[in-house]
Each structure stands twice: as structure tokens, then as C-alpha cells.
């Protein structure tokens, strides 16, 4: 099992809908949760961190923590163009970022 | 807010050369920096680890004869990649965190394109 799984997509979604992504992880001792978006040929940026269980909200941004089922995922409400990307889920062991383990990523697509 | 700056953005070589990757930190001190590989439609892949002042640390299957990382100050961390081959044709990114802040997050370069024809 990867240690870091999401659907690579494409995720289609049109304009003003919300976006769904989903992402497992194996090693339960994981602390950390990240959401990076990558644009084509470009670096991640960080869009959200959880360490919690539960929901945690930023603007049109929602993590969502799981961790009895290994479970994080990323809500993107009222999905504009300017949202298609690669969305990275990345987990660490430590609080720190330093040693994080990404997914593949989904890539979204939202139609205008 | 924190910067980090990789240069060139894009490099092509030819096979048996050496390129050199540079990975600063413009407005804060990391006295650790991350390089990560990333081939194309996969994901990120952590190469080593590069703290200030001591040897890196790399991840199992990364050569550190091949990819020698130097972290000579608090600001600046180097890749080079030796004796490049065209299977080390890659987009390499650099990342790094603000040491002086707690839970500070990771800010990465903008990424070496490079090609080895």
C-alpha cells in the first residue's frame, strides 16, 4: 500500500460547485496534514494545514481530518477557473514539515 | 512573506556534465532546506535533506556522489547533480522553513526545469 493515496483525477467540476478531494494515508502515527496546489511547471504552494481531528475552514477552504480512518480531504466551495491545479495532499510524522510524504495528486479541472 | 529562490530556472546540459542548483532563502534564516525531484504525473519525492554546517541526509536510493548538496550558510543550500545522465532529467524543487519561527510552514523555490540531452 502507498503510503500517501489520491485519485489522480481529472476531477471535472463545473463553476461555483464544490470541489471534493480525497486523500488516505498508511502509517498511523502520522501528526500532520497538508494541502499543497500545484499549477503546471510550477512549485507547490501551501494551501491549508490540519493536525486535529475534524473540520477546519479558511475562506473557501475546508480540511477535513479523519484519522481512525486515515482520512483527509480538501472541500474548495464556489470553485472558480482560476482553481484548476494538481492538489497535493502531503502527511508528515512530526509536526514539522519537513519530512512529508506527498500523494501523486488529483488534478481539478472547474469549467467555467 | 517568506521567499525562497532557486536558480536557474531551467537548465539543459549534456550528458556527462555537471549542473549546480541554488536554493536561497531571501528574507529568513533555514538552517534546514528539503530537495525534492519530481518526474513528470508523479508526485514530489524527498531527495535529501540539507542542514547548515553539517552533512546532508538522503533519502534511501538517492546517490549522495551523484547529488552533492552543500548548506555553506544560513541561506543558501546547493544541488549539484554530476555526471548528469538523461534519466536525471527531472524537475528538481527546493523548499525550506524559518527557523526562527515555531510551526512555520514550508516555503518552496519555483523549481529547476532540467534536461540532459
Known amino acids: 500500500q502507498k503510503e500517501v493515496e489520491q485519485n489522480s483525477g481529472p476531477l471535472s467540476v463545473p463553476e461555483g460547485a464544490i470541489a471534493s478531494l480525497n486523500c488516505t494515508y498508511s502509517d498511523r502515527g502520522s501528526q500532520s496534514f497538508f494541502w499543497y496546489r500545484q499549477y503546471s511547471g510550477k512549485s507547490p504552494e501551501l494551501i491549508m494545514f490540519?493536525?486535529?481531528?475534524g473540520d477546519k475552514e479558511d475562506g473557501r477552504f475546508t480540511a477535513q481530518l479523519n484519522k481512525a480512518s486515515q482520512y483527509v480531504s480538501l472541500l474548495i466551495r464556489d470553485s472558480q477557473p482560476s482553481d484548476s491545479a494538481t492538489y497535493l495532499c502531503?502527511?508528515?510524522?512530526?509536526?514539522?514539515?519537513?519530512?512529508?510524504?506527498f500523494g501523486k495528486g488529483t488534478k481539478l479541472s472547474v469549467k467555467p | 512573506g517568506a521567499v525562497v529562490s532557486q536558480h536557474p530556472s531551467r537548465v539543459i546540459c549534456k550528458s556527462g556534465t555537471s549542473v549546480k542548483i541554488e536554493c536561497r532563502s531571501l528574507?529568513?534564516?533555514?538552517?534546514?532546506m528539503f530537495w525534492y525531484r519530481q518526474f513528470p504525473k508523479k508526485s514530489l519525492m524527498l531527495m535529501a535533506t540539507s542542514n547548515e554546517g553539517s552533512k546532508a541526509t538522503y533519502e534511501q536510493g538517492v546517490e549522495k556522489d551523484k547529488f552533492l548538496i552543500n548548506h555553506a550558510s544560513l541561506t543558501l543550500s546547493t544541488l549539484t547533480v554530476t555526471s548528469a545522465h538523461p534519466e536525471d532529467s527531472s524537475f528538481y524543487i527546493c523548499?525550506?522553513?524559518?527557523?526562527?519561527?515555531?510551526?512555520?510552514?514550508?516555503?518552496f523555490g519555483n523549481g529547476t526545469r532540467l534536461t540532459v540531452t
Open positions: 502531503a502527511v508528515s510524522k512530526g509536526g514539522s514539515q519537513g519530512n512529508l510524504i
Open positions: 528574507d529568513f534564516q533555514a538552517t534546514t
Open positions: 490540519i493536525y486535529s481531528n
Open positions: 523548499s525550506a522553513r524559518d527557523g526562527g519561527r515555531t510551526n512555520s510552514p514550508l516555503h
